[in-house]
């Protein structure tokens, strides 16, 4: 039972913003959009999260749309080091507090 | 500061063996969870624990599998006797006390090779 579907690869030039589509259509109100990423060998690592608003960090910027189907994950300036899987998740953000991992999507960033 | 710990970082053994899997979290988290990665099957919660107290292990494969954790800055996964099926990368993560939103921090793993 999939909450996320998301594409399964992606391709974007170094030094382009790379636009991750997250579709989540059965979100409930309780439920945070995250995202990490994993880069290979290495293990997962959380880029960021939000509820209903968007949100910026050093790392990326999250966009969900007003009904909160769908997000996107922006990376600005893309480089080689962001080659990596990047996960879409809902989570609840109490009670059940696991945070379960589809299959992602394979971002490739071209030099 | 360290983030989680985990070890060994390899291993290999045979089948039948018993393997010991261990994660020091990063100090003042208060929740522990176990994953394990296969090409096949992605990354899959296992178990998790919160405050040492573990909270839902509906993930873990069979008996064979136990996971404790004796006091905060300590956990271990073993498996008893070990398959080529175990083989895999187990992670270990922690994260700050819920409820509310929380990220979680992820070991580098431990690669799992049993022939």
């Known amino acids: 039972d999939a909450k996320t579907t998301q594409p399964t690869s992606m391709d974007c030039a170094e030094g382009r913003a790379a636009n991750l589509p997250c579709n989540h259509s059965t979100i409930s109100g309780n439920e945070y959009v995250y995202w990490y990423r994993q880069i290979h060998s290495q293990g997962p690592q959380y880029i960021i999260h939000?509820?209903?608003n968007n949100e910026t960090n050093e790392m990326a910027s999250l966009i969900i749309t007003e009904d909160r189907k769908s997000s996107t994950l922006i990376l600005p300036h893309a480089t080689l080091r962001d080659t990596a899987v990047y996960y879409c998740?809902?989570?609840?953000?109490?009670?059940?507090?696991?945070?379960?991992f589809g299959t992602g999507t394979r971002l490739t960033i071209i030099p | 500061d360290a983030g989680v710990i985990q070890s060994p970082r390899h291993e290999v053994t045979e089948m039948g063996q018993e393997v010991t899997l261990r994660c020091k979290p990063i100090?003042?988290?208060?929740?522990l969870f176990w994953y394990r990665q296969t090409m096949m099957r992605g990354l899959e919660l296992l178990i998790y624990?919160?405050?040492?107290?573990?909270?839902?292990d509906s993930g873990m494969p069979e008996d064979r599998f136990s996971a404790k954790m004796p006091n905060a800055s300590f956990s271990t996964l073993k498996i008893q006797p070990s398959e080529p099926r175990d083989s895999a990368v187990y992670f270990c993560?922690?994260?700050?006390?819920?409820?509310?939103?929380?990220?979680?921090?992820f070991g580098e793993g431990s690669r799992l090779t049993v022939l």
């Open positions: 100090s003042g988290h208060n929740s």
């Open positions: 993560a922690s994260s700050f006390p819920l409820p509310g939103p929380g990220e979680l921090f």
């Open positions: 624990f919160n405050n040492n107290v573990p909270i839902d």
């Open positions: 939000g509820l209903k």
């Open positions: 998740i809902v989570r609840a953000s109490f009670g059940n507090e696991k945070l379960t």
